[in-house]
């Protein structure tokens, strides 16, 4: 079993900078590739970023391409997402989720099988 924690959201101004960290318990982590999604009210949930086991392998949404950059550190068993020139429309809940398996970068969620509560990024004009 894994627990996700998410930590880092907050409320910033259009153009600044976060780092969002989604903290894993298990001994599993670091065989499973992990994903970041976002919810805004009355959208549907979306894919943001996925990362592979080791990290070496990385996929992002168009829409934060360039923008985001996904990591993780599985000697602290932490994935993180920075987010760089935020936009107004990234407002959303982010959620962190483990992957059924190692090697892919799926951006499919219901592929996902643990998630995280959320954290709410606020992005102000």
Known sequence: QVQLVESGGGLVQAGDSLRLSCAA???????????????????????????????????????????????????????YLQMNSLKVEDTAVYSCAAHLTAWTTSSVGREYDYWGQGTQVTVSS
């Open 25 to 79: 318990s298990g001994r599993t982590f670091s065989s499973r590739a992990m994903g970041w999604f976002r919810q805004a009210p009355g959208k549907e949930r979306e894919f943001v970023a996925a990362i592979n086991w080791s990290g070496g392998v990385t996929y992002y949404a168009d829409s934060v391409k360039g923008r985001f950059t996904i990591s993780r550190d599985n000697a602290k068993n932490t994935v």
